[in-house]
């Protein structure tokens, strides 16, 4: 199990989430941020604290935004399991799913 970050994130970043993980597992990509769902330790620090209520238990995603656990798992097929996003900062791409978005609205 693992929290995922859903479609509110897209094009806002607030990076809150990443300053409150305990184990740096939510990633950056160029539109979004990402959990990893190998090294979240399932611990919702992050939940609480995104401004735009975008992250949520796997199990509590709302059915509209149900693709983004499918969007969240396959970011990582092609960078693995680096151990920590901090090392890598941007990844400079998207999940094909969240690149291929319209912008969202800043508010």
């Given at each position: 199990?693992?929290?995922i970050i859903a479609q509110p994130c897209v094009d806002v970043k607030d990076k809150a989430c990443i300053e409150e993980c305990p184990v740096?597992?939510?990633y950056e990509g160029d539109r979004s941020l990402y959990i990893h769902p190998?090294?979240?330790?399932d611990c919702g620090a992050c939940e609480p604290v995104?401004?735009?209520e975008a992250i949520y238990y796997e199990d509590d995603v709302p059915d509209e935004w149900a693709e983004y656990y499918k969007a969240n798992v396959e970011f990582f097929d092609e960078i693995g399991s680096p151990g920590g996003a901090a090392?890598?900062?941007n990844i400079g791409k998207d999940h094909p799913f969240v690149?291929?978005?319209a912008p969202?609205?800043?508010g």
């Amino acid at each position: 199990m693992t929290y995922i970050i859903a479609q509110p994130c897209v094009d806002v970043k607030d990076k809150a989430c990443i300053e409150e993980c305990p184990v740096d597992c939510i990633y950056e990509g160029d539109r979004s941020l990402y959990i990893h769902p190998d090294e979240c330790v399932d611990c919702g620090a992050c939940e609480p604290v995104c401004p735009v209520e975008a992250i949520y238990y796997e199990d509590d995603v709302p059915d509209e935004w149900a693709e983004y656990y499918k969007a969240n798992v396959e970011f990582f097929d092609e960078i693995g399991s680096p151990g920590g996003a901090a090392k890598l900062g941007n990844i400079g791409k998207d999940h094909p799913f969240v690149a291929a978005l319209a912008p969202q609205n800043q508010g």
